[in-house]
């Protein structure tokens, strides 16, 4: 108790003196305040560093970026795209970027721009103190005239500008680009510094880094330039898109020689390399687009589509962005094959247009002004088919005027049609120097695809005339009713229900009753034809028989039918008989998949244009073929049998039935429809279709390594003339793509799956057949043979000829048996005997 009061007054004593000590230091400093200036103004002084630290804080460094952050900095970088030989095909990009290492750049294009930017860079800390001094100066005197004033800025500085807080124009940014560049200058190496400068410093023509910059000026490689094209580059960063400009050209070359002069006052260049520099002219090629071998638009924008869906677009949808995660594409692109499809395609559309006439303008531009020229270029429309261009007209008279184009450029054109007006974006071609005449884009189009069966690998697509024009893509987004080329669906389920290829069927007046409100409904085959007595239902699918086919649906079910038209993805169909002659809308791409799993025998594989997708760091993070392969990555064999990949796709027919509809389509190229095609001499297999109207025309068949499929029509669907037939307009697409790749089409027939028998019949009568061969002129051949399953062949009918013929046989053989002492056997040996005759081939 003792001792705690003694603790409490000394507490008490130390609080006393305190307070006494504070009263004397405020004595004495209100006293100092009275007595002395000085003490006055240095605490004002003190007071103003706080305040000032403070907004600096509040203003700058409270929002100031890490300049760690440029560790790990990953820029902005285009998808590069492939095909399926490796070689780039395309990219997609907005901003031309490439990155390079800097042990890349070579040294008089760093040495340009360290004269032209930032000559102390390798000594100074991130600031360039008498730089800065002149521009404060240069700010001060053009303060609110409105000009903005020289930068002053390090490379340094401008690393900081360009990646971490912008371009704006303030006093509060050159104060954070100051902090960043001493803070940047603590964090990377010199030569790191000037890399990230050199790959994202903005030069015009939508082009960041130098890399880009060369080739979009010179088009060439940084280590291709010379001095004089590096010296240019390096007057960019000051106004990039002045100086590129044919105006600004004497601007730009006194610009480069000043660069040039800095860089032999600082010893790097010699005088004499220097002056022959300044005597050379820019040398600036034309802008222009990135040119790759493929013109594969459609197929490169079903890619872009199908990316950005999982990917995203910009950078803010994540880091593997179609536009800034510089991704690297491999495709299924086949560019010989695409070429081929599209000179196939546009050929076909070109020909059908023939002595049409021009049918009106591709697009309409405002001419009344002078921005006929930036509106045509903003118009995005072009075509890339021989020597033609696309052009405004600027103005007419009579049967000639002038045309404009996106390069500023102007041509007579001549022999004018009536219709056209000024304002009107048409196709032209030269006619001679100076003069040009209208082409017409063709009004029809169509779209076609061409597939690897047994993998789903899209290798072409071509969507319309030209993907320049519009990127709407007829092979993916065109619905269009397919016609006969859904007969081999219905077949296929007639086959699962029964029926065979030599099962009769009547080619006769079918009607249906479809209630009191529609009354009855009669179908009639192609051309309003009646029917022609019973038939195979080979017979009926080499010649398309309407009315065959829908008795066939309407026997087998409906029902049944649209259900194995949606198992091989074409369509989700009522069960309507009209479906069966193909009413039901699809697509082309729907159709040649749904096709090559009749070629892969009754197995799909999805359609896919994307083989893999690699990041930025090689990663693969998208892969077309997803399938696990469970031990194939262990460290070391266990004994167990060798792993392997489940097959690849979906069995979405019984292979027999496969095989059976793709036996009876060869003969559609043979006998059919197609017969345009039999005389390429391939084993092909393929149907023709042609809608009501007609408005539509397909062609849909291939070999067993490649499928392609084509339809032609009009956008809005109208007749295309009575004369209009898949087998005269689709096919001969088909022919000419076989015809440029002939190469490509291997001579090797259809394999036959297990559980299929070969038997011999009459091709008329379905009947089976014991003597004869099939003759090599199959095309007129009498005796066939045909596929059937196990069972369903047509049965043997016992003719007295016959039964003596094989009688002797056996005879012959029990002769020869007790010739070699060996007694007659039990009844058995009798049936064994007969079973050995017919296993030699006796029964087909």
Not at 512 to 535: D, I, M, P, T, W
Not at 546 to 571: E, Y
Not at 669 to 692: H, I, M, Y
Request: a positive charge; charged letters at 25%.
């Amino acid at each position: 108790m003792v001792e705690e009061t003694s603790q409490q007054s000394r507490f008490k004593l130390l609080r006393k003196d305190g307070f006494a000590r504070w009263q004397a230091l405020s004595t004495w400093y209100r006293t100092k305040w009275r007595e002395s200036r000085l003490f006055r103004l240095g605490n004002y002084l003190a007071a103003a560093v706080l305040v000032g630290w403070f907004v600096l804080w509040v203003a700058v460094l409270r929002t100031l970026p890490s300049a760690d952050s440029l560790l790990t900095y990953q820029p902005p970088l285009p998808t590069m795209v492939r095909g399926n030989d490796g070689e780039i095909v395309s990219s997609y990009a907005r901003e031309r970027r490439v990155q390079l290492r800097f042990v890349d750049f070579p040294e008089p294009l760093i040495n340009a721009y360290l004269a032209a930017e930032d000559k102390t860079f390798w000594t100074h800390g991130g600031i360039d103190f008498f730089g800065l001094a002149g521009a404060v100066a240069d700010y001060a005197l053009k303060f609110g005239s409105g000009e903005r004033a020289r930068g002053g800025s390090t490379i340094t500085q401008q690393v900081a500008k360009n990646i971490l807080i912008g371009d704006e124009y303030s006093i509060s940014r050159k104060l954070k680009e100051m902090i960043l560049a001493r803070r940047i200058e603590g964090v990377l190496e010199k030569q790191q510094i000037l890399e990230l400068y050199l790959n994202e410093i903005p030069l015009g023509r939508q082009s960041f880094g130098v890399q880009a910059a060369s080739r979009a000026y010179f088009d060439k490689d940084v280590g291709e330039l010379q001095l004089h094209e590096a010296a240019f580059l390096a007057i960019l960063p000051k106004a990039p898109e002045r100086y590129g400009r044919a105006k600004y050209e004497s601007m730009a070359i006194e610009r480069r020689n000043w660069v040039l002069d800095q860089m032999v006052s600082n010893g790097w260049a010699t005088p004499q390399a220097a002056a022959a520099a300044q005597a050379m002219p820019l040398g600036l090629k034309p802008r222009r687009a990135e040119n790759y071998t493929a013109d594969a638009g459609y197929f490169l924008e079903e890619v872009r589509r199908q990316l950005i869906s999982k990917f995203g677009e910009k950078a803010e949808n994540g880091p593997n962005s179609v536009y800034a995660g510089g991704l690297w594409v491999r495709t299924s692109l086949d560019t010989q094959l695409q070429t081929a499809a599209q000179n196939s395609l546009r050929t076909a559309l070109l020909r059908y247009s023939g002595g049409r006439g021009w049918h009106g303008p591709i697009a309409r531009v405002d001419v009344s002004g002078d921005r006929w020229q930036t509106e045509l270029i903003t118009s995005n429309i072009s075509v890339n088919y021989q020597n033609w261009r696309v052009g405004v007209l600027l103005s007419r008279s009579g049967s000639s005027g002038k045309i404009g184009f996106s390069d500023g450029t102007t041509a007579d054109l001549v022999s004018l049609p009536d219709k056209i007006r000024p304002g009107d974006i048409t196709a032209v071609a030269p006619l001679n120097a100076g003069t040009y005449a209208v082409r017409t884009i063709p009004e029809v189009s169509g779209g076609m695809v061409v597939e690897d069966p047994q993998s789903g690998r899209v290798l072409a697509m071509q969507g319309g005339f030209d993907a320049r024009l519009g990127s709407f893509n007829r092979a993916t987004q065109a619905n269009r009713q397919p016609g006969s080329t859904i007969k081999p669906f219905v077949y296929a389920t007639a086959l699962d229900n029964g029926l065979t290829p030599a099962s009769t069927v009547v080619d006769g007046t079918f009607c249906v009753y479809q209630g009191a409100a529609l009354g009855e409904k009669c179908f009639r085959n192609f051309g309003n034809e009646g029917g022609s007595g019973s038939h195979t239902m080979r017979w009926g699918l080499e010649q398309s028989r309407n009315l065959m086919t829908v008795r066939v649906a309407n026997d087998v079910g409906m029902d049944k039918v649209v259900r194995t038209i949606k198992q091989v993805g074409i369509g989700d169909y009522e069960a309507y008989l009209s479906m069966a002659l193909g009413a039901g809308d699809t697509t082309v791409l729907k159709m040649v998949n749904g096709y090559a799993a009749l070629a892969n025998q009754g197995r799909q594989h999805k359609a896919s244009l994307v083989d893999y997708v690699q990041d930025r760091n090689g990663k693969v993070i998208l892969r077309a073929d997803s399938r696990r392969c469970d031990g194939c990555s262990m460290p070391q064999w266990d004994g167990k049998p060798m792993p392997r990949f489940k097959p690849a796709g979906k069995q979405v027919m019984d292979p027999r039935t496969a095989y059976q509809v793709v036996h009876m389509l060869e003969g559609v190229v043979v006998r059919g429809t197609a017969v345009t095609l039999r005389d390429l001499n391939l084993p092909l297999f393929g149907k023709t279709g042609t809608t009501s109207g007609p408005t539509n025309v397909w062609f849909v068949g291939g070999s067993p390594d490649i499928i392609a499929g084509v339809y032609i029509g009009y956008d809005q669907p109208r007749s295309l003339g009575g004369y209009a037939q898949g087998g005269r307009i689709a096919a001969p697409v088909f022919k000419q793509l076989v015809q440029e790749t002939r190469g490509r089409w291997k001579d090797i027939p259809f394999r036959v799956p297990e559980g299929v028998r070969m038997v011999k019949i009459d091709r008329v009568s379905g009947k089976r057949v014991f003597g004869g061969t099939p003759e090599n002129d199959v095309a007129k051949a009498s005796v066939i043979w045909e596929a059937f399953k196990p069972d369903t062949e047509p049965k043997r009918t016992a003719r007295e000829g016959e039964m003596t013929a094989k009688q002797a046989v056996i005879d012959a053989l029990r002769r020869a048996r007790a010739a070699r002492g060996i007694a007659d056997g039990p009844a058995e040996d009798a049936a064994v005997e007969q079973d050995f005759l017919e296993e030699q081939g006796g029964i087909y």
